[in-house]
């Protein structure tokens, strides 16, 4: 028979023989909490994870700017093809809207983009334009922009989404050069940022949009950048970089 004072003892024992698991818990919580901070620490540091949320940023940007297209609209001058005879008695939903001088959005652009859409879906390479005046050289003609790359978009999907996505693209990508560019030369990652925000949202490059000059702008912190990285690091890589963004302005065709 166990007196008292025993079963107080045995009590006792077995008291802390469990404090140790929680203690144990309390130890791995620590742990865990620990190698979150330091995972978290890791990726804000990490250069790699400041250009991927770089680029997450600068997409909320395109779509923040382009809001309406969110809504199924396209970023066109609607106004200036209702101004043509043609379709002048084309019912309007919403109000007018005026804008500076780039009837060649309408007069040549798109229909340009739409004659390149077409011909490619079509199995044919655009080298002739029969749409203008009694015909006319299209691959010759510096604002066709056939074989600029991003124009891929033209040959793969509708026509209005293909000039959405690169008026947007247009727009991101001129922030990323520019962020890349000051990056390189020791700025900051906000200053670089910002220098991509102010870059892509200029005067030239707005009032541009939509035409190969504006296409052909966007490379111009790339071409910068390239022309650093091959002063800094004369690889085969570095000279491969710098042929590539410098024939970019040279595929946008406008010269």
């Known amino acids: 028979m166990v007196s008292g004072a025993e079963a107080i003892v045995g009590s006792r024992k077995m008291l802390r023989l469990a404090r140790p698991q929680p203690i144990v818990y309390r130890q791995w919580c ?5 190698f979150r901070s330091v995972k978290i620490e890791f990726n804000v540091e990490s250069e790699r994870s400041f250009w991927r949320l770089t680029a997450i940023f600068f997409v909320l940007v395109a779509a923040l700017n382009y809001f309406p297209v969110l809504v199924g609209k396209v ?3 609607r106004d200036l093809v209702l101004q043509f005879p043609m379709w002048g008695n084309t019912p309007r939903t919403e109000a007018v809207q005026r804008y500076p001088n780039i009837g060649d959005l309408v007069t040549q652009l798109y229909p340009f983009r739409a004659l390149t859409s077409q011909s490619v879906s ?3 390479l655009p080298l002739w334009n029969p749409q203008l005046l009694s015909g006319t050289a299209f ?12 124009n891929f978009f033209y040959y793969v999907l509708p026509m209005p989404i293909a000039w959405t996505v690169c008026i947007m693209a247009r727009l991101f990508l001129a922030a990323m050069f520019m962020t890349l560019f000051v990056r390189s030369v020791g700025a900051s990652r906000a200053g670089a940022v910002f220098s991509g925000i102010v870059f892509s949202s ?3 490059l707005t009032a541009w949009q939509g035409f190969p000059m504006g296409d052909a702008a966007i490379w111009l912190p790339a071409i910068c950048y390239a022309v650093h990285r091959l002063h800094n690091d004369r690889s085969g890589f570095s000279l491969a970089v710098a042929g590539v963004v410098f024939n970019m302005s040279v595929f946008a065709r406008r010269w």
């Open 75 to 77: 970023p066109f001058p």
């Open 202 to 204: 200029c005067g030239f």
């Open 139 to 150: 691959l010759g003609s510096p604002q066709s922009s056939l074989f600029y790359p991003p």
């Open 30 to 34: 620590r742990c865990s909490v620990q």
């Open 122 to 124: 079509s199995g044919t």
